[in-house]
């Protein structure tokens, strides 16, 4: 009969003068549409038959197939696992060996891990815990249980901390689990300093290395921390990173590095020196240095947390009540702040002859540094 019953014009007629009181009675699960028809749509019928299924299972009835496990055997009804599996459904439902056989050997997953799949897969409830998420998540990437893997990725994003991001992103990227691995990417990012303090972050394999460290949000206040962080991902394992070096330094932004810092260290690194590779961009980041600022590329331009805006300096001027204004102050247009940086020399005095020493004077600026004189 299934969900829907009908009632044609052929079969002898139904009274449903009272409508309203049978729908009363038997509550949502009535619809009256007409005087000839009634749909019945039984929405618990799905939990009696989980529950049923999970009974049958409990009592080894009607079980058609052994899941052998280390040294533990599992029945279960071929037709639930194909049901909830892509995996055990082109088991069954194709040509193959496993389809006629009565015993099935599994690989790859131990068996406290299978009756965790099993329970799931017969009462839709499972418990995920810091302990066995991982095992967890590869069994059931391995099975194709698809939506146990969506509630694995879930637990582990709100469980995500600087010392566990690095191998949850790995477990991500092992399995193709793209939003995973982009979340955890994000988190990365947004934590780097905090991140870098575990050993953790020197496994990293050199692409996800390269497209964390390229992007304009990562969270540095300075671009030597990313140069650093490149010297010792490479110096871990020295012998096999060290051919990567000019492919994971091409992210880092040596235009913007303190051209002291640049020449001391930089340039000085043992490791810089003996990578012809890296010398172009070495000869970058001097040219922008040496030309005022002024060479454009992707590697001039500063992350957003090294974010530097255009601001009006205010040198000079006098008050209404016609005071000499020794105070310089900036003016941040972008962020709509106002501060005082400095005050002009020798104006502790507010003498009438000390002011007239800056009534003229001449102001320049040169690699973001203000220069005054007269």
């Known amino acids: 009969m299934g969900d829907t019953l009908e009632k044609s014009s052929e079969e002898p007629e139904i009274s449903l003068d009272n409508d309203n009181e049978r729908s009363t009675k038997m509550g949502d699960l009535v619809e009256v549409s007409s005087s000839e028809k009634v749909k019945f749509d039984d929405t618990g019928l799905s939990l009696v038959l989980q529950n049923g299924l999970e009974n049958l299972r409990l009592e080894n009835s009607l079980t058609d197939v052994i899941l052998c496990v280390d040294s533990r055997e599992f029945s279960c009804h071929r037709v639930v696992l194909a049901a909830a599996s892509n995996y055990f459904r082109a088991m069954f439902c194709n040509d193959l060996r496993?389809?006629?056989e009565e015993k099935i050997i599994l690989k790859g997953v131990d068996a406290e891990t299978m009756n965790i799949l099993l329970d799931y897969t017969y009462t839709s409830k499972m418990l995920i815990t810091k302990q066995n998420v991982q095992k967890v998540l590869e069994a059931a990437s391995?099975?194709?249980f698809l939506r146990m893997v969506d509630a694995c990725a879930s637990f582990l994003t709100e469980a995500l901390q600087p010392e566990n991001c690095v191998g949850i992103l790995?477990?991500?990227?092992a399995h193709s689990l793209h939003s995973l691995k982009q979340q955890v990417q994000n988190y990365i990012i947004q934590n780097f300093t905090q991140v870098l303090n575990y050993e953790e972050f020197l496994e990293l394999p050199a692409d996800i290395l390269c497209s964390t460290l390229k992007s304009d949000d990562l969270y540095v206040t300075e671009e030597a921390q990313v140069f650093e962080t490149v010297m010792n991902w490479v110096r871990y394992k020295e012998s096999e990173r060290f051919p990567l070096l000019p492919y994971v330094l091409e992210n880092v932004r040596l235009p913007l590095l303190d051209p002291w810092y640049f020449v001391e260290t930089v340039e000085a690194d043992q490791?810089?020196?003996q990578c012809p590779d890296v010398f172009p961009l070495l000869q970058e980041a001097r040219m922008y240095h040496l030309s005022g600022n002024e060479?454009?590329?992707?590697?001039?331009?500063p992350r957003m947390h090294e974010f530097q805006s255009e601001v009006f300096m205010i040198i000079g001027g006098c008050t209404k009540d016609e005071k000499f204004v020794a105070e310089v102050t900036c003016l941040d247009p972008l962020r709509r702040s106002r501060l005082e940086v400095a005050k002009l020399p020798i104006t502790e005095q507010e003498t009438e002859n000390e002011n007239k020493k800056w009534v003229e004077f001449a102001c320049i600026t040169l690699k973001n540094e203000v220069y005054i004189s007269g």
Request: glycine residues 0%.
């Open 142 to 144: 391995l099975f194709q």
């Open 271 to 273: 490791l810089i020196r």
């Open 170 to 173: 790995r477990l991500a990227d």
């Open 98 to 100: 496993e389809k006629y």
């Open 295 to 301: 060479i454009i590329t992707e590697r001039t331009k």
